[in-house]
């Protein structure tokens, strides 16, 4: 008697405990497709954005960012990059004015890729694309340009104040703000990409 109440009492705790697992099962099932949403949603709301609020961004959020941004995949993890962060409001606003094609923005990152690596220009993209998603999850805006780092390599002054070591050159702006716009996605052409085989028909 008492063993078979023991045997009752037994099955019935494995019942709940993997009823319990079950059920978290699912929970974690669909947190799980959220989390894939939210990601996914994220890449595919993000756009270029060119016109910020002057409201400024946190270091605190800044710094999440740009951790985002170094944990991007690079060659050998070497780090062929270096990114001069520019907050501060003063300087922001005299770079605005000064340099032809940067859009007024809180914030700009300069990101230089070092010329003795054949794929540090790559590490920047990826760099750059990570602080632009993790951007755009705080909802702030970014957009890259490549516009003024040309009218910049005219105006050696102000490239000498970022200060990057020998061998790095500027590639690539990141301004970033809260935006003060919400454009449209620009289309794009899916035939870019196609499946192909190298073996057989
Ligand atoms: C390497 C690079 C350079 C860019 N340079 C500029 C630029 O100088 N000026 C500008 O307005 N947009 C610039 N853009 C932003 C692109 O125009 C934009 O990403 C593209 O039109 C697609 O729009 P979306 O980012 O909103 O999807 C640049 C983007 C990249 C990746």
Not at 10 to 20: F, I, Q, W
Not at 57 to 86: F, H
Not at 109 to 118: G, R, S
Request: charged share 25%; net charge neutral.
């Amino acid at each position: 008697m008492k063993h078979s109440l023991t045997t009752f009492l037994l099955a019935l705790l494995l019942g709940a405990s993997s009823c319990t697992a079950s059920s978290d099962k699912t929970t974690t099932g669909k947190s799980e497709q959220n989390d894939t949403e939210t990601v996914i949603n994220n890449i595919m709301s993000r756009r270029s954005i060119r016109k910020f609020t002057p409201q400024t961004v946190s270091r605190d959020t800044l710094d999440r960012i740009i951790e985002c941004g170094i944990n991007a995949p690079n060659g050998m993890n070497a780090q062929n990059y270096e990114v001069k962060v520019v907050d501060d409001p003063k300087s922001a606003a005299y770079l605005s004015e000064n340099l032809r094609g940067l859009y007024k923005a809180p914030v700009y990152l300069f990101i230089a890729a070092n010329d003795e690596y054949d794929m540090a220009q790559i590490d920047c993209g990826l760099l750059s694309e990570n602080i632009c998603l993790a951007a755009t999850a705080y909802g702030l805006g970014t957009i890259n340009l490549g516009m003024p780092v040309r009218s910049m390599k005219e105006k050696y002054d102000i490239l000498d104040k970022l200060g990057f070591s020998a061998h790095y050159n500027l590639c690539l702006i990141v301004a970033l703000g809260f935006p003060d716009e919400a454009p449209k996605a620009k289309p794009r052409n899916k035939d870019k990409v196609q499946f192909v085989k190298v073996l057989g028909k």
